[in-house]
């Protein structure tokens, strides 16, 4: 069984500052690990991945994820937030293996809003 | 990246109608394809595993015989809302994954609303 947990589901920051949305993950099986950007009436945009190979992990836009499996913890991080960065971000695992089993499990999300 | 599309991006029908979603993968093969819906704010409820060429695999208390699945091509897959009614307004997404990344590519969605 896997479940994501991201803790706090709306995160506001100012233009210029650090951002930080957290991830900690179960999963029975190593797990695959993604990061995903929602824009309002929009489908998902992937931001960054983990396959098991580099544990920080560099994505588009300018975030970075690190994997920390004796926290199970994949947090997202932004040195610098810009007013485009406002939108849903969703933490999702898959821990399965083989073609057919790409089932994602989804975190419920965190709401980043950018005050300029 | 690879691009999945869906058809129609909104659709308002009556209730007691049926809808057809469609869920294409342009520029790759996808055995599997994924239907998800989203309420709004919330994250999203997979509903099912479409897979070419058998039946699609529904997760627990998704009504197969309402929300009728069809993959018919190695490209596209198909969500029918059959007997619309206003709860199952909503947001629903498709994705395909390319078994070479493990990710998995969505569709822009589609905003159906049963009045």
């Known amino acids: 069984a896997q479940s994501v947990t991201q803790l706090g589901s709306h995160v506001s920051v100012s233009e210029g500052a650090l951002v930080l949305l957290r991830c900690n993950y179960s999963s029975s099986v190593p797990p695959y690990l993604f990061w995903y950007v929602q824009y309002p009436n929009q489908g998902l945009q992937l931001l960054l991945k983990y396959t098991s190979a580099a544990t920080l992990v560099k994505g588009i836009n300018g975030f970075e994820a690190e994997f920390k499996k004796s926290e199970t913890s994949f947090h997202l991080t932004k040195p610098s937030a810009h007013m485009s960065d406002a939108a849903e971000y969703f933490c999702a695992v898959s821990g399965l293996r083989g073609f057919s089993n790409y089932k994602l499990t989804f975190g419920k999300g965190t709401l980043l809003t950018v005050n300029p | 990246g690879a691009v999945v599309s869906q058809h129609p991006s909104r659709v308002i029908c009556k209730s007691g109608t049926s809808v057809k979603i469609e869920c294409r993968s342009l520029d790759f093969q996808a055995t599997t394809m994924f239907w998800y819906r989203q309420f709004p704010k919330q994250s999203l409820m997979l509903m099912a595993t479409?897979?070419?060429?058998?039946?699609?695999?529904?997760e627990q208390g998704v009504e197969k015989d309402k929300f009728l699945i069809n993959h018919a091509s190695l490209t596209l897959s198909t969500l029918t809302v059959t007997s619309a009614h206003p709860e199952d307004s909503s947001f629903y997404i498709c994705?395909?994954?390319?078994?070479?990344?493990?990710?998995?590519?969505f569709g822009p969605g589609t905003r159906l609303t049963v009045t």
């Open positions: 479409s897979n070419e060429g058998s039946k699609a695999t529904y």
């Open positions: 994705s395909a994954p390319t078994g070479a990344t493990y990710e998995q590519y």
